[in-house]
Nanobody, 127 residues
Framework: QVQLEESGGGSVQAGGSLRLSCGAS????????MAWFRQAPGKDREGVAF????????QYADSVKGRFTISQDNAKNMVYLQMNPLKPDDTAMYYC????????????????????WGQGTQVTVSS
């Protein structure tokens, strides 16, 4: 059982930046994939950024490509999401997720393929 804890959320104006952090209870290299998802009120949870922990290959949702960067630090059991510049549409609860087993060449982008979840951290972007 992996425990994940997010931090770093907050309220910013459009154009601003935030860095979310996800601390894991064990080395992130034990999971094949780490990911960030988000869920806005009334909407489904959607995948935002994904990283393969062995080769650090990254993937992004089209809506955040070029603005968000996912990274990991296995020595610290941490995964990060750098977000810049932020838009009002980025307002959501952001969740860190981990998948144990390899999925294929790339990490899966949907909720059901992830085994462990954090409690979330709120990001609010005002216009």
């Amino acid at each position: 059982q992996v425990q994940l804890e997010e931090s770093g959320g907050g309220s910013v104006q459009a154009g601003g930046s935030l860095r979310l952090s996800c601390g894991a209870s064990e080395t992130t290299s034990n999971s094949a994939c780490m990911a960030w998802f988000r869920q806005a009120p009334g909407k489904d949870r959607e995948g935002v950024a994904f990283i393969s922990t062995d080769d650090r290959r990254t993937q992004y949702a089209d809506s955040v490509k070029g603005r968000f960067t996912i990274s990991q630090d296995n020595a610290k059991n941490m995964v990060y999401l750098q977000m810049n510049p932020l838009k009002p549409d980025d307002t959501a609860m952001y969740y860190c997720a981990a998948r144990r087993r390899p999925f294929g060449t790339f990490c899966p982008r949907t909720v059901r393929f992830y085994d462990y979840w954090g409690q979330g951290t709120q990001v609010t972007v005002s216009s």
